[in-house]
């Protein structure tokens, strides 16, 4: 069956501009994640979704940083005037709830100029 | 921040030969979950060990879980040069449903 999709899947944009990620769970998970991983590091937690709200949005490193879920499946994460700190691959899982494997896209690699 | 840290940082071995790699946490878990990642793409489930078990075995792998220690480790047996990659403990934390994940282990294993 069709997996997590991530789109972009590369994304260039300029210090300043506002970006969309986009991700599509599978089917039926009701638990999706979004996290940050830079070069060598493991994946940062961002925000977790159970359904359509944020359970957890802990990770979120500051205001500018926005992530809806609006019918609980394909969820959006918002950067508002985006950094060159914000260069990274963007990760998002879905799974079938607390406790259970998740399920990861490939990313979106942003890169901030 | 991160609750997991792993070691080693990376690893180099033969084909054939066993690698090991360890995790350590902070706080109590619900469970924990290996993971592995090739260059460039996403990461892919492994095994997860629940907080009442021991050890756990899947093929090749074998995870033990010390809760008193707070630690964990994953035994690949019989490496291979596909299993090249890298590897992330993650932690199901006791209080809320978000996964933490480790720095990761880099595995190379040489032909």
């Known amino acids: 069956g069709a997996g997590v999709s991530q789109t972009p899947s590369n994304k260039v944009t300029e210090k300043g501009k506002y970006v969309e990620l986009r991700c599509d769970p599978i089917?039926?998970?009701?638990?999706l994640y979004w996290y940050r991983q830079s070069l060598g590091q493991g994946p940062e937690f961002l925000i977790y979704?159970?359904?359509?709200?944020?359970?957890?949005d802990s990770g979120l490193p500051n205001d500018r940083f926005f992530a809806v879920r609006p019918e609980g499946s394909v969820s959006t994460l918002k950067i508002q005037r985006t950094e060159r700190g914000d260069s990274a691959v963007y990760l998002c899982?879905?799974?079938?709830?607390?406790?259970?494997?998740?399920?990861f896209g490939n990313g979106t690699r942003l890169t901030v100029t | 921040s991160q609750q997991g840290e792993e070691d080693p940082q990376a690893l180099s071995i033969q084909e054939g030969e066993n690698a090991t790699m360890n995790c350590s946490y902070k706080?109590?878990?619900?469970?924990l979950q290996w993971y592995r990642q090739n260059s460039g793409r996403g990461l892919v489930h492994l095994i997860l060990?629940?907080?009442?078990?021991r050890e756990k075995h899947s093929g090749r792998l074998r995870v033990t879980l010390d809760t008193s220690k707070k630690s964990s480790s994953l035994l690949i047996t019989a490496s291979r040069a596909a299993d090249t990659a890298s590897y992330f403990c993650?932690?199901?934390?006791?209080?809320?449903?978000?996964?933490?994940f480790g720095q990761g282990t880099e595995l190379s294993v040489k032909p």
């Open positions: 706080t109590s878990i619900n469970n």
């Open positions: 899982a879905s799974s079938l709830g607390q406790g259970t494997p998740l399920h």
């Open positions: 060990i629940r907080s009442n078990e």
């Open positions: 089917s039926g998970h009701t638990a």
């Open positions: 993650a932690t199901d934390l006791l209080q809320g449903g978000k996964l933490i």
């Open positions: 979704f159970q359904g359509t709200g944020a359970a957890d």
